[in-house]
């Protein structure tokens, strides 16, 4: 599976922005948009809006992301690796492993695998 569909949370919007011209600028700026939850589609979800994006799960995620300094959220992040960025396993089952230089007790430097 290389793509899954996430859904993407702003929150505290001013309520002036919560419109379709707001969401239609929102979604000229993410390349790969699905869909509007129907709540935020009928302004009944005060309190935030929700999108329905697509994400490459071979790339990196961009963990913070803003459209017009309104942070983005993605949700489910209980699945992504905080190592290397990517969707579907978590750091302790990466396995991208960042070598640290640390030195030894002869003054020679060697390399440690970071935890």
Known sequence: ???VAVWIRIQRLPIE???DVF???IR???SKFLKVDKLTLIHSRGKFIRICVKLDLEKPLEFHIYVRRHKLQIEGLHSICFQCGRFG???VQCLEITLLPVASQNG???ETKDA
């Open 1 to 3: 599976m290389r793509n």
């Open 17 to 19: 922005l919560y419109n």
């Open 23 to 25: 969401l239609k600028r």
């Open 28 to 30: 000229s700026n993410l």
């Open 89 to 91: 396993h978590k750091k």
């Open 108 to 110: 020679k430097s060697r």
